[in-house]
């Protein structure tokens, strides 16, 4: 049983990682290469670097609390941790990662919806570990009766980290960078967008 739940965690773990580099390259896609970047390669080099780091960037935030859930989830699967336990986590958690992120001001519109993104995903993990699959698809297909169940968990999931996207926002003020933060939400909503329809796909 242990080793089974860890091929799950793995598997979905893969997934979410997927999912982040996805939402990476749609908000940061390569530009053209210009004339002098083929005349001078290292340029395209330096270039490409800066935006792999860039992209880096995005995918790590992104996945934040997708790990910080599904350590949860496997934690309370393997019986390591009780739910109360898991809360009290989230709550501590969330407040060490705006004390770092936001340079130790603390923000409880953003929390809340960091803790409320967090639940979601420790609800819909636990039913993945508990399914039957080799993958992450067939996990989902064992998790959820047909793709409108599934459907219906990818909408709250958008709403979830838009909503804490647009806590940040607010949070941030004229700090934030609104063109940026349209093209995050755009990607994120766009890749959940496919998930659906890739898991429940008919084989071909």
């Not at 998790?143 to 806590?167: P, S, W």
Request: glycine letters at 4%; aromatic letters at 6%; one cysteine or more.
């Amino acid at each position: 049983m242990a080793a089974a739940i860890e091929r799950r965690r793995a598997a979905i773990l893969a997934h979410e990682r997927t999912v982040a580099e996805r939402v990476a390259r749609i908000v940061l896609p390569a530009p053209p290469v210009s004339a002098w970047e083929v005349i001078l390669p290292l340029l395209l080099v330096f270039r490409g670097a800066r935006r792999r780091q860039a992209r880096d960037w995005i995918a790590a935030n992104h996945l934040v609390t997708k790990k910080l859930a599904l350590e949860a989830a496997c934690d309370l699967a393997h019986e390591r941790a009780a739910r109360a336990e898991v809360q009290r986590r989230f709550e501590e958690e969330t407040r060490a990662l705006l004390e770092r992120d936001l340079g130790n001001v603390y923000a409880d519109s953003i929390r809340e919806r960091q803790i409320a993104e967090m639940e979601l995903l420790l609800s819909h993990y636990e039913r993945l570990l508990q399914a039957e699959g080799q993958d992450h698809a067939a996990l989902v297909r064992g998790a959820y009766a047909g793709r409108g169940a599934y459907q219906d968990f990818l909408d709250r999931l958008i709403a979830a980290e838009q909503a804490v996207i647009r806590a940040a926002q607010d949070f941030l003020g004229e700090r934030s960078d609104p063109a940026f933060v349209s093209r995050l939400l755009a990607a994120a909503a766009e890749v959940r967008a496919a998930e659906a329809l890739a898991a429940f796909a008919a084989p071909s």
